[in-house]
């Protein structure tokens, strides 16, 4: 089966610690994202990037880090430096190219107490 | 920049009817607008994709029009059931103004009473 994974589902984490959201694709896809989403509020873009080993900052990019060391994965971590950390965080894909869509893994729900 | 508005926030309609939900955005500069369906604590599915330069997409009982000179489109979903219960999302791939990525609206969140 072809698709986008997210690890762990659920994530509990002590404010101040950092810690790493998992994201894997086999659909062959150049261009990945990372996405927030609060209560009441639309996705918000955090990072992207377009190939391996480049990824630029989305609009909320600050608390957060990524790399894309291999086309198939884009870990993303959120760093204590993230004021607001507890959303749901949703990673995507699509072939390179603006016009293509983007396909969505199942998200990650991190609750920071 | 680029601001996404979907209308009606919240919608519930008994099961059968034709039903039309609104999305806008401010800049009609975009690569191509997408909808997708959120079910209750999960990731999105993407329904359907319009490209800049078309006016409309099909899938079965679902049909989404791109209007960009003024900033509008609509899903249409026909004959609806209460499996089409969820969370409605708009999105626009913009042309410029800085990161590339979508941006959303807050959705429309549908219930279909049987």
């Known amino acids: 089966d072809g698709g986008i994974t997210q690890s762990p589902k659920y994530l509990f984490r002590k404010e101040g610690q950092n810690v790493t959201l998992s994201c894997e694709q086999n659909?062959?896809?150049?261009?990945m994202y990372w996405y927030r989403q609060d209560p009441g509020q639309g996705l918000r873009l955090i990072y992207y990037?377009?190939?391996?080993?480049?990824?630029q900052k989305g609009d909320i990019a600050e608390g957060y880090s990524v790399s894309r060391e291999k086309k198939e994965s884009f870990p993303l971590t959120v760093t204590s430096a993230q004021k607001n950390p507890t959303a749901f965080y949703l990673c995507?894909?699509?072939?390179?190219?603006?016009?293509?869509?983007?396909?969505f893994g199942p998200g990650t729900r991190l609750t920071v107490t | 920049k680029q601001e996404v508005t979907q209308i009606p926030a919240a919608l519930s309609v008994p099961e059968g009817e034709n039903l039309v939900l609104n999305c806008s955005f401010t800049?009609?500069?975009?690569?191509?607008l997408q909808w997708f369906r959120q079910d209750p604590g999960k990731g999105l599915t993407s329904l359907l994709l319009?490209?800049?330069?078309?006016r409309e997409q099909t899938s079965g009982r679902l049909n989404a029009s791109l209007d960009k000179s003024s900033g509008r489109s609509t899903l249409y979903i026909a004959a609806s059931q209460p499996g089409d219960s969820a969370t409605y999302l708009c999105?626009?791939?913009?042309?410029?103004?800085?990161?590339?990525?979508?941006?959303f609206g807050k959705g429309t969140h549908l219930i279909i009473q049987p």
């Open positions: 995507a894909s699509s072939m390179q190219g603006r016009t293509y869509e983007q396909y």
């Open positions: 999105a626009v791939h913009r042309v410029g103004g800085g990161a590339d990525g979508l941006t």
């Open positions: 659909l062959n896809h150049d261009a």
């Open positions: 800049d009609s500069a975009i690569y191509n």
């Open positions: 990037s377009q190939i391996v080993n480049d990824f």
């Open positions: 319009i490209q800049s330069s078309q």
